[in-house]
């Protein structure tokens, strides 16, 4: 089955409510390729190995969470953007990439995807943070030992992660997360009493800000965070409109 082009852009635009959302960078169609869509590959990000794929299965569009076009990145389009655009063009591929709507969105979100994934119980977006559903909350089914926790993400994500402990508290039953790059949202997490905070990447300060705010501190990787929303996104798109979706996962150790 195939749709008009517009027609998918138009229906994402309203379930995702990209409108209402400040950005980093245009959400919605970045490249414009097939006018008709019937083949679509979905993926975490727009890089070269990406389209690649999209290429050999003959797909007519590209559906990612990172795009192009950041705010504050060299808008030229050469050098290794220039050659992924390049490839799209030829390709005729149209690109739509959707970057902090499909971190929030309430069913297909990444934040209610992994908490869905590690069994979390009652999420919930934290209040008062923008845009909602930036920051998600759950609990546990019981008080687990911390290790254990963050070795289940380690079994779930199939990767390992950076674990921050509190010293002064081995167990954990309420847990706040923020996918991707979230982790300076960790004082937002500390300051309503969560016992651990979960994002993708770790910085510096973040070690720091973790021990002396008395929270558990789990980096599971930006990457492996933010694999199941645009993946749950493009399932919802088959069912409901009878698009032949691929989900390709460019493996990515960050």
Sequence with gaps: MSICRNTLINYLAGELKSADIQDYAPNGLQVEGNKEVSRVVTG????????????ELNADTIL????????????TITGIKGQRIRTLLQNNINLLAYH???????????????GTLLGLQQLTPLSGVKPTGIIYTGKLA?????????????????????HVPHEGSE???TVAW??????????KAAEQG???????????QTTHIAREAGIHYIAAGHHATE????????????????????????????
């Design 44 to 55: 975490v990000t727009a890089s070269q190995a990406l389209i690649d794929s999209a290429v």
């Design 64 to 75: 990612v969470h990172h795009g192009y076009f950041w705010k504050g990145e060299n808008p």
């Design 100 to 114: 902090l709507p499909v971190d929030v969105h309430p069913q297909w979100g990444n934040n209610v995807q992994l």
């Design 142 to 162: 019981a008080e687990t030992q911390a290790i254990h926790f963050a070795s289940h993400i380690e079994k779930a994500l199939n990767r390992e992660v950076v």
């Design 171 to 173: 167990t954990i039953s």
């Design 178 to 187: 923020c996918t991707g790059g979230g982790q300076g949202y960790i004082e």
């Design 194 to 204: 969560f016992d651990a905070f979960i994002s993708g990447e770790i910085s510096e």
């Design 227 to 254: 694999r199941y929303g645009i993946k749950a996104l493009g399932e919802h798109l088959a069912a409901s409109m009878g698009l032949d979706v691929t989900f390709v996962d460019i493996d990515n150790p960050a």
